[in-house]
């Protein structure tokens, strides 16, 4: 265990349902991040929340909601997503500083199918 | 520029081999170079990590080589065993409050016994 757990591990859903993916980290961390990992392509930021200040990949689709209510919890709204989103989606955090190494922890993921 | 370059894509060594994953990245800002190994069915996890102001690091049987000038490094699995068989990350990041990790598209290695 890496000290960053993410529920639920496995989701199908419809492309007009909304559901929700969880991700709570036990490090005190103070940076998340949600990641797209899908076959055969790098891993991809689509949201980071460091000292409270959220940053974006600009090409995420708005169907895709981040929510960070406080430094150990962070969520992952999605809505009317499509086929294409099918992946596994990497929730991780770190530690930032300016001047230190600051590793990130990844969670087991989410696999999510879009039927 | 903010592209991480990796190869191969896949890799397939006998047990006690020497697998050797490359990458390459463009922006000299980079100043934070991991390797993560990720599992089927897990999350990419810590392996070693390097920074620019040193050559080369080991830790147990992984070695990073790092070339400033080339901005290349590279990951050296000595005496592979097939409990290493996973697919492997190279990673690289600035110092800016330990956002922008920004990966390869990973190295499936296969080591077989």
């Known amino acids: 265990e890496t000290g960053v757990t993410q529920t639920p591990r496995h989701l199908v859903m419809g492309m007009t349902n909304k559901k929700s993916l969880k991700c709570e980290q036990h490090l005190g961390h103070n940076a998340m991040y949600w990641y797209k990992q899908s076959a055969k392509k790098p891993l991809e930021l689509m949201f980071v929340?460091?000292?409270?200040?959220?940053?974006e990949n600009n090409s995420v689709p708005s169907r895709f909601s981040p929510e960070c209510p406080n430094s150990s919890h962070l969520f992952l709204h999605l809505h009317t997503l499509q086929p294409e989103d099918s992946a596994l989606y990497l929730c991780?955090?770190?530690?930032?500083?300016?001047?230190?190494?600051?590793?990130?922890?990844f969670g087991q993921g989410t696999r999510l199918t879009v039927v | 520029q903010q592209q991480v370059k990796q190869s191969p894509q896949s890799l397939i060594v006998q047990k006690g081999g020497i697998p050797i994953i490359n990458c390459a990245y463009e922006?000299?800002?980079?100043?934070?170079f991991p390797w993560y190994q990720q599992f089927p069915g897990k999350g990419p996890a810590l392996l070693i990590a390097i920074r620019p102001d040193v050559s080369e690091k080991k830790e147990g049987r992984f070695t990073i080589s790092f070339n400033k000038s080339a901005k290349q490094f590279s990951l050296h699995i000595m005496d592979s065993q097939p409990g290493d068989s996973a697919t492997y990350f190279c990673a690289a990041r600035k110092s800016n409050y330990g956002q922008n990790f920004v990966f390869g598209p990973g190295t499936r290695l296969s080591v077989l016994p």
């Open positions: 922006n000299t800002a980079f100043d934070y």
């Open positions: 929340y460091s000292l409270e200040e959220r940053v």
């Open positions: 991780a955090s770190s530690q930032a500083r300016r001047e230190a190494d600051t590793e990130a922890f």
